[in-house]
């Protein structure tokens, strides 16, 4: 099993950053794709941007020039590093890891990312 608490989010202004850590615990983080996805409200989760254990990233194309995803496996930590932030961005984050293969097993129970003008 695989607990993951993330931890970063708070206010920030449009044009701003901010890096969401997520700590996981548990066995399995080593071999684990991690993810990070976010839910704005009234909207469904969406995938921002997954990292595999061999360094391989994707991003959703409204992210892509502006979020990086990387991890400390010694430490046990996946971080998301946002830049230029805008209003849409403004969502609930949540850290998910794939131990399995077949999408997140694991979800955090997410952190707050509130964009202000």
Not at 11 to 36: E, H, I, K, N, P
Request: aromatic share 8%; hydrophobic share 35%; net charge positive.
């Amino acid at each position: 099993q695989v607990q993951l608490v993330e931890s970063g989010g708070g206010l920030v202004q449009a044009g701003g950053s901010l890096r969401l850590s997520c700590a996981a615990s548990g066995t399995g983080f080593s071999r684990a794709v991690m993810g990070w996805y976010r839910q704005a409200p009234g909207k469904q989760r969406e995938l921002v941007a997954t990292l595999t254990t061999g360094g391989s990233t994707n991003y959703a194309d409204s992210v892509k020039g502006r979020f990086s995803i990387s991890r400390d496996n010694a430490k046990n930590t996946v971080f998301l590093q946002m830049t230029s932030l805008k209003l849409e961005d403004k969502a609930v984050y949540y850290c998910a890891a794939d131990v399995g293969g077949h999408g997140a097993d694991y979800w955090g129970r997410g952190t707050q990312v509130t964009v202000d003008a």
